[in-house]
Every structure is written in C-alpha cells, then in structure tokens.
C-alpha cells in the first residue's frame, strides 16, 4: 500500500491558508443570508435578549473603522482589506461554531478596531501580524477603556490570536496573553479604592431617601409606572429584564408552615407569604420571587398599578389577535381597511395635535402617499404599518404576549413624542435608566423634583445598583449564601461574591455579633466565654478589629497592626475562622487539601532520598494538610448548624 504524507497546514503558506479560511466562512450558515463583502450585516441570530432589553431589536455587525453608532452608516469606514475579511471570517466562525449573543460579537469586533489601527505599517495584512501589534492594540485599549473593558478586549485580543494560530494564517505563532489586569475587588474591602468601588455599586443614601420621598408625590400615569418599577426592584431585587419580563398574572400567594402546622400572625389569622412570579435569566429556574414581610403592602401595590396602566395595552393585544389586519384606533375599528383618508384624519385618530403632523407621521413611518395636491394614504396602510412593529414575544419564555405585564402604546414614555394608540411595545431597561439617570434630552425623576445629594449635587443612579444593594444587606445580615442565590435567582452560590459589599469593618462587626449570639465554635468563643461581660466587647473589639473573605473561610487578622506572618498558609493559621455550609470554601478546600496532599507525598519521597531541605517541605506541608482536614470536617459535621463560624485552631507544634 502506497502512503502519502501530506503536507500540514503550516507549510502551505499563511497567505493560502488565509484564503482557506475566508471561503470556509463564506460558506458557513450562521447569520442567515448575508453578504459577506458588505460593511455591515443584519444578521440573525440565534442567542437575543429579551424583549425588553434596549438593544433587543438590535442585528448589525459593523466592519467599520468607528464604533456602531458613533456615525451614520452612509459615513462609516470599511475596514482595510484583507484584515476586513479575516476579521469577518472569525466573527462567522465563532458564529458556526457555538451561537453568542451580539454583544459579544460586537466586543471581539471593537478589540478588531484596535489591531486595525496597529496595521498600517503592514498593509493591514493579517499575514503579517506580530505578537507585538497585540500588545501595542491592548496598551491602545488601555487608553480608552480603563477597568473591566480593557480586561474584555485583552480577551478578545487573545481569541483572534487563537484563530490566527488555528488556521495558522500568520507566518509566525502569535504568542499573546491579556496584558490588561482584571478588576476583581470582591475580596478587596479594606482601604480608599475599595470604598470607591464599594460606593459606585450601591445606592446612596440621597438617592434612597429622594426615591422614598418621590414615590408618593407622582401623579402621571408615565411617571406612576416607572415609580412602581423601582419599588419592585427594590421589594425583589431582580436583575431589571427579569422583572420586566413578568406575566401580568403574577402574584403567588402560599401559607406559611413550620413544623407542619400552619403559622399565625399576631391577630391569630394564618400567615400568608407573598411572592411574585418571574423568568429568571443566567440559567437560573422559574421560581416565586417571595417578598420580605415588611415590603408585601410595597410590592402589591406596584403590581396593582403598573397592571392598571398596562391593562390597556394587553386588551389591545388581544383585540388585535382577535381581529387581522386591524388596530385598535377611532376610525380603523369598524371601517373598510380599503378606503383612504388624508393624513390630518391619520393624525387626528393617533391623537396628534398640529395639522401637518399627521402627514409627518406617516412619511417618517413609510406609509405609502397617494397623490399630489390631495395626498391620501390608505387606511390598510397605516394599520399595517402600526401592527408591523408589535414585538415578538421571547422564545425562551412561555407566554403569549397579551400575558407580559410591561405593555404600553409606543412613545409611552418619551418626553417628546406623542404616544402611539393601538401600538404595543415592551416596557426596556433604558426607559428605566432614563428615568433615574436621566440624558442629554431627557431630566432624571431627580432633577425634575428637586432632589441633591448632601454636597447639592445631581443625584446619579442605575437600576442594577438596588440588586448589589440588597444582596449586600443580605451578606451583611448572615444569610445563608444558599439562600441569597436562590432568592437572587442565581444557579451558583459562587456569583455572590461579585454583589457583596460588605466592608472589612462591616464584616468585623457581623462576626463579633456571631460571637456574642454564641454561634461561633473554638477556642475564641471559648476564651470570650471565659471573661467577665464587663471585659467581652472590648476583647471582640480587640480579637476582631477587622475581616476579610479568603478561598477557604474568613481571615480575621488586623493588618493595620503588622503584615500578616502566615500570609498565604490559612488552613493552619489562627486567625482564621471557618463559615459552615459555605459551598464554594467547602470546594476550595478539598481542592487544596487533593493538592497538598501530592505535594506531600513528593517531599517524603525527596526526604527518603535524604535531599537536603526536604524534611523542612514534609512539616510544613504535614502542617497545611492536617489544617484543611480540619476544615472539611467542619463542613462534613452534620452536629454543626449551617451558618455557623469555627474558628478552627492551629496544629500544635510538636
């Protein structure tokens, strides 16, 4: 049998195996039907946000020299052949292979801009590319996007070096990490950038104290329906699509049980928990959203107001479903869809004030104009026209649109524009950015009433910030982190940690409480047992100063005294203390200790083979083994309530 060896693809030349890859791509069927040459794509995609999302209706790829919207498309610049087209290639690539969302699409494509601009020495040919163009493009985004979004494209910028390496398109490899260091402050709570940090994700407590204020002093329809909106937010916690993605039959009434009787109130009658039903986004399963106690009266009358607001809109809906081809607007109801009518009847059905708007209307919606001297447009027209833009309700959720909660007529909430009768639209997120934080056109709720900060400046907010908020309430009160991920709708407890705030001191103060309500284990409970109650505050006070999460537990040293001598070696320290049922450190943990416990076995090797220092590895390394063992016995203590604190002691030196 003959054998051909054949030639692999690094030897068939980068600028072949660019070629390659580019007609790979074109012939892929991720977007749908595009043309691959054009600058910008309305694509399909098969991974989009909810409905309610402002970039929902969002479907263009720009493979242009500026960022998607910063220019009219008709003023864009193509980015330079070839890179255009490598680019393009990995886009629908990346497509093909595992759906994304646009955003994600649209990040890889701004990390593009930034290498673009570092290719002009080389004909922006990506055959030509050096791992030094990769890290001139991330010092450029460095520049322009501090924090979080530098780390993003640094990402980005190492994907498009994977491709380069698949395809093997450059003739070198592209040996690229992300430079850009990730912000990562969830374990970083001491010192002035953690409190800014801190603060730049919570809530003030102007803004508090405004909201409260402003909550019963609104009066219009418009402003009652985003008031409302943020009072849920603040009773729930959502993450803002989830909320306004719920049905309008949303409320869930259950009575409270313990010990399998049912509980009663003060006044005798049984206790009823109130919840709100929702779909929760990030994987997360449908459950009850239940409502805290104090804030049920809150809730209920958010839901009964924005119901009735909206209720128009949904009848609207199931008019129009029952009805083809109609809207629900005078003088489209009951007549011939075929007749026509002047564009100041347009205007005076939609409820539209001066003369000539009606006709304006219909030019800036496409409606078909009959004649020249008597313009009239066509009643079917316009009823097509208004019943175009009625959304689609999400594929992931299984509702019809008349059930969704967050309906109103288009321009509802616009400062400006006339509201649009018979038309449907999803209440969005940015409605409801707009409102707190305000824009170039439009006033916050803030301005508009009167309301400062301390120092009298404007009042800034977002809606996320009462979700980091309350999560931080939640740490700071000891809940369970099992509970604060089901309550959040989260499907892993290790994506609390990104929305607790809770400082060093604050944290210091939680366990101090802990130890006073005896639900803390180990010698320090035991010593803060011992003393007079004349002397335990101060000791606590002195012991627990201040406190900071670890991978395995809570590390309780006061560093404002002297650096910490074990740095690096917790499960044998004695200012670390452990928090039972905690998922993640219980994880970490045994992590550690399968870890440790080979490194062991090879100092004990190295140590029969009688290498100078390998006795020293083997204690040190018994030392750290036998600290985690306690730890995960901890854990695996079913005598131990969850929640609990145990401070566990250090190995005894031998």
Not at 168 to 196: E, L, Q, S, Y
């Amino acid at each position: 049998m003959t054998l051909h060896a054949l030639t692999s693809a690094r030897h068939t030349g980068a600028q072949t195996n660019l070629t390659r890859m580019i007609e790979k791509a074109r012939k892929a069927g991720a977007f749908g039907s595009i043309v691959f040459e054009s600058p910008v794509w309305s694509v399909d995609l098969v991974k989009t946000k909810r409905a309610s999302s402002g970039r929902a209706q969002v479907h263009k790829l720009y493979f242009t020299e500026s960022k998607a919207g910063s220019r009219s498309e008709e003023d864009r610049q193509p980015l330079r052949e070839p890179f255009g087209a490598f680019l393009k290639a990995i886009v629908r690539l990346r497509e093909d292979a595992a759906p994304k969302h646009l955003d994600d699409h649209a990040t890889l494509l701004r990390a593009g801009r930034y290498l673009h601009a570092e290719m002009e020495s080389i004909g922006y040919d990506p055959c030509l590319l050096l791992p030094d163009h990769f890290d001139a493009a991330a010092r450029a985004s460095v520049k322009a996007d501090a924090g979080s979004t530098a780390y993003a494209l640094g990402k980005k910028l190492v994907e498009i070096a994977d491709w380069i390496n698949r395809y093997n398109t450059a003739r070198v490899r592209i040996d690229f990490r992300n430079p850009n260091p990730r912000i990562d402050d969830t374990n970083a709570r001491i010192g002035k950038d953690a409190d800014a940090r801190r603060a730049a994700k919570l809530p003030s407590d102007a803004a508090l104290d405004a909201l409260a204020e402003i909550a019963n002093l609104v009066t219009e329809d418009v402003d009652v329906l985003r008031m409302r909106t943020i009072e849920l937010l603040v009773c729930g916690g959502w993450r803002i699509n989830e909320l306004l993605s719920i049905p309008a039959d949303c409320e869930v009434e259950e009575a409270a049980y313990e010990n399998g009787k049912p509980v009663l109130g003060a006044d005798g009658q049984p206790v009823v928990h109130y919840g709100i039903r929702y779909y929760g986004e990030k994987g997360a399963p449908p459950l009850p959203k239940w409502i805290p106690t104090p804030l049920v009266d809150v809730a209920r009358r958010a839901v009964a107001d924005i119901r009735r607001i909206t209720q128009p809109t949904r009848d609207a809906v199931i008019w129009m479903a029952a009805n083809p081809g109609r809207i629900m607007v005078p003088g489209f109801i009951d007549a011939d869809l075929e007749t026509m009518m002047p564009p100041q009847e347009v205007g005076a059905a939609l409820g539209f004030a001066g003369r000539s708007a009606g006709l304006q209307w219909c030019r800036t919606w496409n409606i078909p104009l009959h004649g020249t001297k008597a313009i009239l447009v066509r009643r079917r027209d316009v009823a097509a026209a208004i019943r175009a833009e009625i959304p689609s309700p999400p594929a992931d959720i299984p509702l019809e649109l008349s059930e969704y909660m967050f309906l109103t007529p288009a321009n509802f909430t616009h400062a400006d524009r006339a509201t649009i009768p018979g038309s449907v639209r999803f209440v969005t997120d940015g409605m409801i950015a707009s409102f707190i934080g305000g824009h170039s056109e439009t006033r916050s709720v803030f301005d508009r009433f009167g309301k400062s900060d301390a120092g009298g400046q404007p009042i800034r907010m977002n809606s996320h910030q009462f979700r980091h908020w309350l999560n931080t309430l939640a740490q700071h009160g000891g809940m369970n982190q099992l509970e604060i991920a089901r309550w959040s709708g989260r499907k892993d407890v290790s994506q609390n940690a990104a929305y607790d705030h809770v400082s060093g001191a604050q944290l210091a103060s939680r366990l101090r409480d802990l130890v006073e309500a005896g639900q803390i284990k180990g010698p320090l409970a035991q010593a803060h047992a011992r003393l007079a109650p004349r002397d335990r505050s101060r000791f606590l006070e002195a012991q627990i100063a201040t406190a900071h999460v670890t991978d395995i537990g809570l590390c309780i040293h006061d560093w404002s005294l002297a650096p910490c001598a074990n740095h690096g070696a917790c499960a044998d320290c004695g200012e670390h203390v452990v928090l039972k049922g905690d998922e993640r450190q219980r994880e970490a943990a045994v992590r550690l200790l399968d870890e440790t416990k080979f490194l062991l076995g090879r100092a004990e090797e190295e140590a029969a083979d009688e290498t100078y220092g390998a006795a020293r590895w083997v204690e040190s390394q018994r030392r750290v083994v036998s600290g985690l063992e306690r730890i995960v016995a901890v854990h695996s203590d079913v005598a131990v309530p969850e929640g609990t604190l145990v401070h566990v002691p250090p190995a005894p030196v031998a």
